[in-house]
């Protein structure tokens, strides 16, 4: 059977994710993502109302016309994860093909709401929900199935899914990292890896993310982080001014020990800002997270400036507004907090927590430069990188080369500087550039087996 790939993007930057796996007639589509860096650098940007060609054009989502060269049918389309560098170009793209869209239940969710506030297309594409460790047939031959395979990263219900073909194994590993005692869901399940790596023809092809390759060690577990937010919410119990955190408004486990610790150190937790809504209270609709009865959760710009003004009322030392603005997005609650356009007033000696790291891509770096500024000039406390990524390093990669023994490695997630470290470690493993190892860019096709 016929395996080509087509690396359509992701391939050039952080963002925008998308690749195509055809085997024989049967297309599957892994990802359509947003660039959201390519949408921040231009004032008030509304992605909903912007046609797909402008888009493509502005670099925030794949330039999916070269699927035009695969010969064969699209039977699915798979995100991996609800980030939107994953899914946010579904609602600009999924609509141009006849195929479901297959995804575990919250990223499902995440890509219902996706879908309803785009206001260009209707996009009706089936919505599929299917669970890590399930299977699906793909196509009408029965030689092709899609397995979804169980990995932690920094979003709950994530997975890697694993295209079946009698030439062996595709296996397309964004994102992820190696925990075994993460704070919410299972651990990653790298028993299936193992055995994926064994059974049949085994794995014909690897696309792996790059993010942290070239960083030395593991990633900690989200255990790790957790003790770290602890340790630092609870020397500032005695502090009776403002503490502020904020995080990526999707990692659920995160937010889910926020509140945890301020309860633990006596004040109230407050969600704010319109993504950490959505978010939240979608995980804890599913029933993924057990919030309190009375956590306040406001997304709407009025909710959350009474809100603000409730807490200046009743006294900020009762209270631990967590909020979005950790990359310094201009209108997200954080920003807005430090330029004094909300009625929270911050202090000298207030402190805020930043339980993430900047997303090194040079739009966030300025942006999150120029919000601890003006933090800073208010006189706030920073305290940064109370966190561990998302993403596998150094040792996590060699762990999942030995798992799988792909007989072919595909870079992705990052560019050409990025693909450095990983293209060196995937040698030092005896892969050959050119012969099994494969670094592209977007656009490109790759013929794994005639």
């Not at 804890?284 to 809100?307: A, C, I, Q």
Request: hydrophobic content about 35%; overall charge negative; some cysteine.
């Amino acid at each position: 059977m016929e395996v080509e790939i087509a690396t359509i993007g992701g391939y050039q930057e952080v963002g925008r994710q998308m690749t195509a796996v055809r085997a024989g007639d049967d297309v599957v589509v892994f990802d359509m993502g947003l660039n959201l860096s390519q949408v921040l650098i231009h004032d008030n940007v509304e992605t909903e109302r912007m046609h797909s060609l402008d888009l493509i054009d502005m670099g925030a989502i794949p330039d999916d016309r070269v699927m035009s060269d695969l010969e064969g049918d699209v039977q699915a389309i798979v995100p991996t994860h609800g980030h939107l560098d994953h899914i946010g170009a579904l609602s600009k793209l999924a609509h141009r093909y006849d195929a479901p869209i297959v995804a575990t239940p919250f990223t499902i969710e995440l890509v219902k709401q996706q879908i309803q506030s785009e206001e260009k297309f209707g996009v009706q594409n089936d919505l599929v929900a299917m669970e890590a460790g399930e299977t699906m047939r793909i196509g009408d031959t029965g030689q092709v199935e899609l397995e979804f395979v169980n990995v932690t990263h920094s979003i709950i219900d994530a997975i890697n899914p694993v295209l079946h073909t009698p030439e062996g194994a595709v296996v397309y590993g964004l994102d992820k990292r190696i925990d075994h005692t993460p704070v919410l869901g299972d651990p990653i399940d790298m028993d299936r890896f193992r055995d994926i790596g064994r059974q049949g023809d085994g794995v014909l092809c690897y696309i792996e993310d790059c993010t942290n390759a070239g960083r030395k060690g593991r990633t900690p577990s989200e255990s790790v982080a957790r003790r770290h937010l602890r340790d630092v919410l609870q020397s500032m119990e005695d502090y009776d001014g403002g503490i502020v955190a904020t995080t990526f408004s999707s990692h659920i486990a995160r937010v889910s020990s926020l509140v945890e610790f301020a309860d633990d150190i006596g004040r109230q937790p407050v969600l704010l800002g319109r993504s950490m809504e959505k978010y939240s209270g979608t995980a804890e609709r599913l029933n993924f997270v057990d919030f309190p009865e009375d956590l306040g959760m406001y997304g709407h710009r009025k909710s959350v400036d009474r809100t603000f003004k409730r807490i200046m009322n009743e006294g900020k030392e009762n209270f631990l507004p967590i909020v979005t603005g950790h990359q310094g997005e201009p209108r997200a609650m954080l920003t807005r907090m430090g330029r004094g356009e909300t009625p929270y007033d911050l202090e000298d000696g207030d402190k805020v927590i930043f339980s993430a790291r900047v997303i090194p891509e040079p739009t966030n770096e300025g942006q999150r430069y120029q919000s601890e500024k003006l933090l800073k000039m208010q006189g706030a406390r920073i305290y940064d990188d109370v966190h561990v990524s998302g993403h596998l390093r150094e040792e996590g990669h060699y762990e999942m080369l030995r798992a799988l023994q792909p007989q072919h490695v595909i870079p992705a997630h990052q560019d050409m500087k990025g693909f450095a470290p990983y293209t060196d470690l995937c040698a030092s493993q005896g892969y050959k550039l050119g012969r099994d190892l494969h670094v592209t860019r977007n656009g490109n096709m790759i013929q794994l087996t005639e």
